[in-house]
């Protein structure tokens, strides 16, 4: 399960992940942010907040994830990556390589420096 918030006058969706990754969840988190990106060409970024990564409900929920990232990384400017995971750390020296974006990592208690960053297009 995830929560979001797409905030329209800044152009950042921020997602939070409060259980296994599923499905469902993406097809939620892509029908906001094709919504914003239809009207305003790409959002200005995406801040995914979790203390630790939650992993994913099944096989699908990780084939769906998949599938939004590949969908949408043209269309985002920056990802900020809020967590304590070191995983999380791994992986944004990874996206680094494969995707537009750019992403930059913020311990959990960073919300705010994380905002900040995305907000400074």
Same mark, same amino acid.
């Given at each position: 399960? /995830?929560?979001?918030?797409?905030?329209?006058?800044?152009? /950042?969706?921020?997602?939070? #992940?409060?259980? #296994?990754?599923?499905?469902?969840?993406?097809?939620?988190?892509a029908r906001d942010a094709d919504g914003y990106i239809e009207s305003h060409g790409a959002l200005n970024g995406l801040m995914i907040c979790s203390e630790k990564f939650p992993g994913w409900k099944n096989m699908q929920g990780l084939w769906s994830h998949l599938k939004f990232v590949r969908d949408h990384h043209k269309k985002i400017k920056k990802v900020a990556f809020v967590s304590n995971s070191k995983i999380s750390e791994l992986v944004i020296n990874l996206v680094k390589f494969f995707v537009n974006p750019e992403a930059k990592y913020f311990k959990y208690n960073q919300e705010g420096s994380a905002m900040n960053w995305i907000g400074a297009s």
């Amino acid at each position: 399960m /995830i929560q979001h918030e797409m905030h329209h006058d800044k152009g /950042i969706l921020i997602v939070k #992940p409060l259980g #296994p990754l599923a499905t469902e969840d993406f097809a939620v988190i892509a029908r906001d942010a094709d919504g914003y990106i239809e009207s305003h060409g790409a959002l200005n970024g995406l801040m995914i907040c979790s203390e630790k990564f939650p992993g994913w409900k099944n096989m699908q929920g990780l084939w769906s994830h998949l599938k939004f990232v590949r969908d949408h990384h043209k269309k985002i400017k920056k990802v900020a990556f809020v967590s304590n995971s070191k995983i999380s750390e791994l992986v944004i020296n990874l996206v680094k390589f494969f995707v537009n974006p750019e992403a930059k990592y913020f311990k959990y208690n960073q919300e705010g420096s994380a905002m900040n960053w995305i907000g400074a297009s």
